[in-house]
């Protein structure tokens, strides 16, 4: 933008700006009472000194023309009269010639009156045509300021569109990144794993809130325990890392299922310097508290009543996500089969505890092999879900009818065999066998991963 001009500054003329009004004195201009007065001194005086003081009768042409034609040449047509009665003052007064015999009254009065008569229709005839010249003149002076005001309107007003358009055009860019960060911060909680979604929550505050400073709590029975603080300062900050039923945060926040804000006197004193915002984590599908995010530090102008209601959106979205997550996992943990059709690592658990007991009494012993993968951070998810599929197939098709697979639930990064009534030793041999079907059926990219297979025991907990 353009920076404002100076108030104080003083305009500089132009040649096409309008001219200040000239000086003027009785109604005619100053300057051109002056250039007539020297004039006719200084013609008066050479014709007292020179011409024996006739006033140059008899000259022709008269010298008393040169200021009627310069004055309404110069400035029109009341100079150019004012010329003319002054070269016929100055001509007349106290020089009228006398009436010859063969003059009758009108050759004399003609004789008396030809040049001033002359000088008055040339100084009307001249000033008026100087009149129309200045009058021309001073409409085009008028037209171009005009518009050169319109010029300048115009250009003030395509400088305001342009800026608005930019303003606007970087409003829009800026939207189009937030709600595309947005999105991809939500996406990031949009998971059936809890650990993935709270890996996914500072994303979304960060985008949403854009606070300095702020944590996440979890509720851990009658406990808000810190899981994640980010921009904190371990030797200045001494902000508490838990709250306990006792405190009046916890009471207020989880009890009360209430959002603080430092702006509200009562809020400000539970919040006791803990923060500027606090909020109960809620599903809004079961309405349970599942715990609590604080924003201990944010900028003066991001905290206004928008910025309050979205952290109130905000806590319930991280909520709802964290509840589903919660959900899923116990709802995983009693399942019997996963989607790959392995046993679950839950019920594996158990009957793979079941099977020791047994085996204890009926005196067998029962082995498991662990298949892990590893570099699985290099790959990608279509990558992850392709060796996991082909880690699946190979153990489902090289067990035996006594042997159970399973998941151990960390999306394809750990597989697990419980071989039922077979001895460490035979296990060994079974740990081969399935490296090699396991080896045979990874596609041609991911033949070098590295694969560690883990045999051992069962033992029975006492």
């Known amino acids: 933008m353009s920076a404002p001009s100076n108030p104080q500054s003083t305009p500089q003329p132009t040649d096409d700006a309008p001219q200040a009004a000239p000086r ?3 109604g005619f201009r100053r300057v051109a009472l002056i250039e007539l007065a020297l004039f006719f001194a200084a013609a008066l005086w050479v014709d007292w000194a020179l011409g024996g003081g006739l006033r140059f009768e ?4 008269h010298p008393f023309w040169i200021p009627v034609l310069l004055l309404a040449i110069q400035y029109g047509t009341n100079e150019g009269v004012l010329a003319a009665l002054a070269a016929a003052a100055a001509l007349r007064v106290g020089n009228l010639p006398e009436q010859t015999i063969a003059q009758d009254l009108y050759q004399y009065l003609y004789a008396l009156t030809r040049e001033p008569i002359l000088w008055l229709v040339a100084g009307v005839l001249f000033g008026e045509l100087r009149m129309r010249q200045i009058r021309e003149r001073e409409d085009l002076r008028n037209n171009l300021a005009m518009a050169r005001k319109e010029s300048e309107a115009i250009t003030r007003s395509y400088r305001a569109l342009k800026s608005v358009k930019e303003n606007l055009e970087t409003r ?3 939207q189009l990144r937030t709600v595309f960060t947005l999105y991809q911060a939500a996406k990031a909680i949009d998971k059936l794993d809890e650990g993935e979604v709270m890996l996914g929550v500072a994303d979304l505050i960060r985008t949403v809130m854009k606070p300095d400073k702020f944590s996440l709590f979890l509720l851990n029975n009658d406990v808000l325990e810190s899981v994640t603080n980010e921009g904190w300062d371990e030797e200045q900050d001494g902000y508490a890392r838990w709250f306990d039923h006792a405190s009046s945060l916890f ?14 006197i009562e809020d400000e004193r539970i919040l006791n310097g803990e923060g500027v915002l606090a909020g ?8 349970e508290v599942v715990g609590m995010i604080k924003i201990e530090s944010m900028g003066f102008t991001d905290l206004s ?14 909520g709802t996500a964290l509840a589903k997550a919660r959900q899923y996992s116990l709802a995983n943990e009693q399942r019997i089969m996963t989607d790959d059709s392995l046993y679950s690592s839950h019920y594996i658990g158990r009957q793979a505890e079941f099977l020791a007991l047994l085996g204890r009494r009926m005196g067998f012993e029962t082995t498991s092999i662990t298949i892990r993968p590893s570099g699985l951070s290099r790959l990608s998810a279509g990558q992850r879900a392709e060796l996991a599929t082909a880690i699946g197939n190979a153990v489902r098709e090289s067990l035996r ?3 159970l697979a399973c998941d151990f639930g960390n999306q394809g990064g750990s597989f697990g065999v419980v071989l039922t009534g077979t001895p ?17 059926s990874l596609p041609s990219g991911l033949s070098r991963i590295p694969i560690a297979f883990t045999t051992q025991k069962v033992e029975a907990r006492e």
Do not use: M
């Open 24 to 26: 003027r004195l009785l």
């Open 251 to 264: 009471e207020r926040v989880v009890g009360r299922q209430r959002q603080l804000c430092v702006t509200r």
């Open 424 to 440: 460490l030793e035979g296990a060994k041999l079974v740990e081969a066998k399935l490296e090699k079907a396991v080896r045979a």
């Open 305 to 318: 009543v928008n910025t309050v209601e979205n952290f109130r959106i905000l806590c319930e979205w991280i």
């Open 280 to 287: 109960p984590l809620i599903s809004s599908d079961t309405g």
């Open 58 to 61: 008899g000259a022709q042409p």
């Open 401 to 403: 009818d006594t042997d």
């Open 172 to 174: 829009v860019a800026g």
